[in-house]
């Protein structure tokens, strides 16, 4: 007989397309199997639930061995942005929400949400910078806190 999961924490710490999904996917998995779910969301992570930012996330196109696609095409003007409508039409036929959608679903369910200090004092933003659904902006001691006796993931 193996334990249930009660708690996981999800750190996204990346601000691309591929970056931030999976760490989405996994809250929100977590959140309909009944398991308490908190997103700490830090350094260029932090695109995702800026206001300015999260509805213009891209996929990385350089050096991303999962395009198959050499370095230096990667980097040609135009490529991430062609790419990332792709992938955004390839996920629209599956249902699969937009960030900002994705986002408030997920708080809907009553994830929490929180920005990390330290990140947010680096890029000088403030509470006003990012979305409503942020429940506020924590200390990494804070955010162990949170997470005691749950799974940490990093994504």
Request: net charge negative; proline share 3%.
């Amino acid at each position: 007989m193996t334990d249930k999961i009660e708690k996981i924490s999800l750190i996204i710490s990346k601000g691309s397309l591929e970056a931030i999904y999976p760490g989405l996917i996994m809250a929100n998995g977590a959140r309909a199997e009944g398991i308490e779910a908190n997103l700490f969301f830090t350094f260029f992570g932090l695109d995702a639930i800026h206001k300015a930012r999260h509805e213009h996330i891209k996929l990385a196109t350089v050096g991303n061995p999962g395009l198959h696609l050499a370095t230096w095409a990667g980097g040609f003007p135009g490529v991430a942005s062609v790419m990332t409508q792709y992938m955004a039409h390839k996920m629209e036929k599956l249902d699969i929400p937009s960030i900002p959608e994705f986002i408030e679903m997920i708080s809907d369910t009553g994830a929490g949400l929180y920005a990390c200090k330290a990140s947010v004092d680096l890029f000088g933003l403030e509470k006003d910078d990012l979305i409503d659904q942020v429940q506020g902006i924590i200390t990494v001691g804070e955010f162990y806190d949170q997470a005691a006796g749950g799974q940490i993931i990093f994504t």
